[in-house]
């Protein structure tokens, strides 16, 4: 397998415009995470999906930040407009719920996002 | 609500030396507790995880993890460095109740010196 895939690895863009982050989680995998981590912060979770349906939302910052999975090998992170301080490694995880355990997460690459 | 600490930002270990890590957690019910690795420029790799069992968990490249409930603790351990090791180490406990959800501690970051 793959693994977790995420583009572009690297973006960098002016303060105002839109910013489109994409995920393709491993195969099978029926959840998929997304993670920002800062210097300042760490890592959080904003937002994590369970069968393409959102679950938990609240480490969204802001309603300038959406996501969606529209299908189970496609998710998307966008944020509308972009500021200097949404400037972020952004990483995407898949896991695969095996009964009521939690099991691995399984990380991409990350992509590193500068809004200038 | 859950939370992780890890009190040592950085640490620095001579190659060949043993190494601990250490990792503070709370939480409510028994924790599902994880390790994970990030080089430079990397995402997370997943070094070794504790569910339930044998308190002393192996992982791979060697290290290991000790679940000590008494001292709501999960050190991360391997007795010899190796200068490829250097790298930040993330603890993280998830959480059941709310599905699959992570709570990450804020890293411990690893120099090894020849």
């Known amino acids: 397998d793959a693994g977790v895939i995420q583009s572009p690895r690297h973006e960098v863009t002016e303060m105002g415009q839109e910013v489109t982050l994409r995920c393709k989680p491993i195969s099978g995998h029926d959840y998929l995470f997304w993670y920002r981590q800062t210097m300042m912060r760490g890592l959080e979770l904003l937002i994590y999906f369970n069968n393409n349906v959102p679950i938990d939302d609240s480490g969204m910052p802001e309603d300038r930040f959406s996501a969606k999975m529209p299908n189970a090998s496609f998710s998307t992170l966008k944020i509308q407009p972009s500021e200097p301080r949404d400037s972020a490694v952004y990483f995407c995880?898949?896991?695969?719920?095996?009964?009521?355990?939690?099991?691995?997460?399984?990380f991409g690459p990350g992509t590193r996002l500068t809004v200038l | 609500a859950q939370s992780v600490t890890q009190p040592d930002i950085h640490i620095t270990v001579s190659e060949g030396a043993s190494l601990e890590l250490r990792c503070n957690y709370s939480?409510?019910?028994?924790?599902?507790l994880f390790w994970y690795v990030q080089s430079p420029g990397q995402g997370l790799q997943l070094l070794l995880k504790?569910?339930?069992?044998?308190?002393l968990v192996q992982g791979i490249k060697g290290f290991e993890a000790e679940f000590k409930r008494s001292q709501s603790s999960f050190n991360l351990r391997k007795p010899s460095v190796h200068w490829s090791d250097a790298a930040e180490y993330f603890c993280?406990?998830?959480?059941?109740?709310?599905?699959?959800?992570?709570?990450f501690g804020a890293g411990t970051i690893l120099r090894v010196k020849s």
């Open positions: 939480y409510g019910a028994t924790p599902y």
């Open positions: 995880a898949s896991s695969l719920l095996s009964g009521r355990m939690t099991d691995t997460q399984y």
């Open positions: 504790y569910f339930s069992g044998d308190t």
């Open positions: 993280a406990v998830g959480d059941m109740e709310y599905g699959n959800k992570l709570v």
